[in-house]
């Protein structure tokens, strides 16, 4: 099995429910945060973290993603006519980002059922698995600093944060203890405790890198709350037989599946903009709050 990290994986089947109305027709992978969707941040960090292949998992009502990340001839063509070569470089230059194919999950069963889905494009390979709607804002890419980690462990790694008080329970958490610093290694794994049971204030979020045989815990993996596999659960059981480590990233993780969450990435990203922030800062400034 070869040490380097070259695919990723994007479940995208969900039904975006925390969004609705806004989701009841279109992904909310496609919600875009300024100016571009979701999930094209997440594919740009792991293209920018070395990834060449990527596996994205649809389900129905998902065709606005392909279209998103294939070539549009009639808008292209149109851009070229306009002299908008600006405008036509970025729009080209979506569709060029990487190898994207397809898959569909036919139902929505949960997290690890999506990610079994990937097992043909995977092969005998690790890889990298991505929640789009996780937005990591980071100087060095989020997966990077995982890939950095697996490298040196050859060993899964799962991306974690801190998450101060009663909100670690709406998280999977780990118990770890710490190797070096903001690594750690993982002894067990536990899916939204109550606050006063939570084993630390370390959060699992949605980046993982995992080795082929996630997929055999997978199958193993018993169905839990709403019939739905969970990929925490199929963690646990291959912790069993392998360490697990995990990294505190370095970065600002935003929530951007959560209204709330959603709303403070799209300040934060605006007002890191050259073409925005000034203007949106002095906006923000003049609010009378």
């Known amino acids: 099995m070869s040490n380097k990290v070259r695919k990723a994986v994007f479940p995208a089947a969900g039904l975006g429910t925390r969004f609705l109305p806004a989701t009841k027709a279109s992904p ?3 919600l875009p945060l300024v100016d571009k969707p979701l999930i094209q941040y997440s594919v740009e960090e792991a293209v920018a973290s070395g990834v060449d292949s990527i596996l994205i ?14 070539i ?8 070229k006519e306009k002299g908008k070569n600006d405008m036509f470089d970025l729009v080209r230059s979506i569709s060029d ?9 036919k139902e929505a069963l ?10 043909d494009f995977v092969g005998n390979e690790p890889f990298a698995a991505l929640l789009a709607d996780d937005v990591v804002d980071a100087e060095k890419p989020a997966l990077r600093q995982m890939i950095e980690v697996f490298e040196k462990y050859d060993a899964p790694v799962i991306a974690t ?3 101060e008080g009663e909100a670690i329970s709406r998280f999977g958490v780990i118990d770890a203890d710490e190797v070096e610093p903001n690594v750690y290694r993982i002894k ?17 979020i949605g980046r993982y890198i995992f080795t082929p045989d996630i997929f055999d815990a997978i199958e193993r993996t018993k169905p839990g709350a709403g019939g739905e596999i969970q990929i925490t659960d199929a963690m646990r059981l291959l912790l069993k037989d392998r360490p697990f480590y995990a990294v505190k990233l370095d970065g600002v993780r935003h929530d951007a599946g959560d209204k709330l969450g959603f709303l403070i990435a799209t300040v934060e990203f605006a ?14 400034k003049s609010l009378k709050i």
Do not use: C, W
């Open 72 to 79: 549009s001839f009639e808008l292209e063509q149109l851009l």
């Open 97 to 105: 980002i990487a190898k994207i194919s397809y898959t569909r999950q």
């Open 271 to 284: 007002l890191k903009r050259d073409d925005l922030g000034e203007d949106f800062r002095k906006y923000l």
């Open 110 to 119: 949960g997290l690890g059922h999506a990610i079994y889905q990937a097992k």
């Open 161 to 163: 944060m801190q998450i």
């Open 188 to 204: 067990d794994m536990v899916e939204k405790p109550p606050y006063a049971d939570a084993p630390s204030d370390l959060a699992i």
């Open 57 to 70: 998992i649809t389900g129905r009502d998902k065709a606005a993603i392909e279209n998103h990340f294939d």
């Open 28 to 30: 909310k992978e496609m």
